[in-house]
Every structure is written in C-alpha cells, then in structure tokens.
C-alpha cells in the first residue's frame, strides 16, 4: 500500500505540471501531509478489493487452466493462457470497481490540502457518499480503463509466469530460483502494459468539476491524449 500510495502521488503530481517526481520527495510530502499513517490510506478498501480481485483474477484463473488442459489432455499454450487470463482479468476489474473508486480517492487525499479532501471514514462510508452525492454510476467511473489496466495486468503477470516457470523447469526444476526469476519476468510484464492505464484511471477517479462545473476529461480517449500532450509519452509510466 505506500507504494501504491506513492505512485499515487506522482502521477497526480506529474498532472498538476509538478516538476519533482522523485521517489524520496513524495515520501517526503505524503509524510508532511498526513504522516506515516498516510501511506495506508484506505487500508479497508485495499485489503477487500485484493482479497475480492486476487480471488478472481489468480485463483478463477488458475483452476480455469487446469480444467481447459485436463480437458484438452495438454498444456495451453502462451495464447491460450493469454485469453483466460484476459477474460477474468476484465471481469474482476468491472465487479470491483467501486472498490477501485474509493480506494484510488483515499490515495488522492494525500495530495489534496485538508480542506479539499474527501475523507472518507471507510470503504463504506466511501460507497454510500459517492452514490449520494454523485449518482450510483459513478463507482463505475473509469471502468474502461480500469478494464484495460486489469487486461494489460493478467496479460502481463499470469501467462508470462505460468510460461517463464515451464520454460524454466528444465534448468531450475521446482525451486525458488525458477519461481523467482519467473515473478521479475513477470512484474516487469505486468507493469508495462498496466502502467498507462492506471494513470488514466487515477485521474478520471479522481477528478472534480472546476468553478464551471464542468469536468476536466470527458473519458478515458480524451484524458489519454491531454495527458500525452502535457505531460508527454513517457509520464504515463
């Protein structure tokens, strides 16, 4: 969670036009702003979403691999893989993306000043706010590219594992070196296809009207591409 809590802060920094994104001064600035504590913003709402996402997302994968290659009597291949894990990746993240909303605005308080930050008391005071004062279809705000982060998550962390690990069982067997150079072959996967979207996501979650009261992006297309534009490509990741 403070990595999560972190990574948070910099890429709000990098919209806002903040020039600092060192790792060590939003270390700095999360802990002027709210303390140690401050890094385990929404602990209840992360804690539920990993065990309710990690739940579908690894272990609806897993068994679903094992069915389709006791049914086939073979192992599936890197494709194969790739669409199970597509598949359940997408819809984990759509069954869970209240979670994601308050969990992603808990992470933002850190950066907002006190009188601007929402505060939510829990992951349930968070769901019953947001349906009050924004409309119930908020908490499927940013869904698109929450789907997307989740594809790009399960497309780069499960098949690429799965497939390192048997690549590798010939030369480590089934050991902890085999599985942890297949976890870095994997994360490394994960987070480069993940990344971008997850910026996009934080954003739209956390976005407010201005004095007009009109929102900043109108969807995940269009906060794609002014991101892109001020910020540049590589600010995505």
Known sequence: IPLDVTKTWLQLQSESGGKNLKVTSAFKEIIKSKGFRGFYSGLDSALVRQFCFARMRVGLFLNAVDI????KNRALTL????VVSV?????????INPLDVVLVRAWADVKRPPAER????NIFDGLIRITKE?????LWRASTPNIARAIGLNLGMMAPYQQSKE??????????VNHAISSIIAGICASTLSLPFDNVKVKLVNMKPNAEGKMPYKGFGDCLL??????GVIRLW
């Open 118 to 121: 929402r505060n939510y008391k």
């Open 167 to 176: 690549y590798l069982h010939q030369y480590f067997g089934d050991t902890f």
């Open 68 to 71: 389709i290659q006791k049914k």
């Open 226 to 231: 002014k991101s892109v534009g001020k910020e």
């Open 87 to 95: 598949t359940f990746g997408a819809f984990g993240a759509f069954v």
């Open 79 to 82: 494709v194969e893989k790739a």
């Open 134 to 138: 924004e409309g119930i279809t908020t």
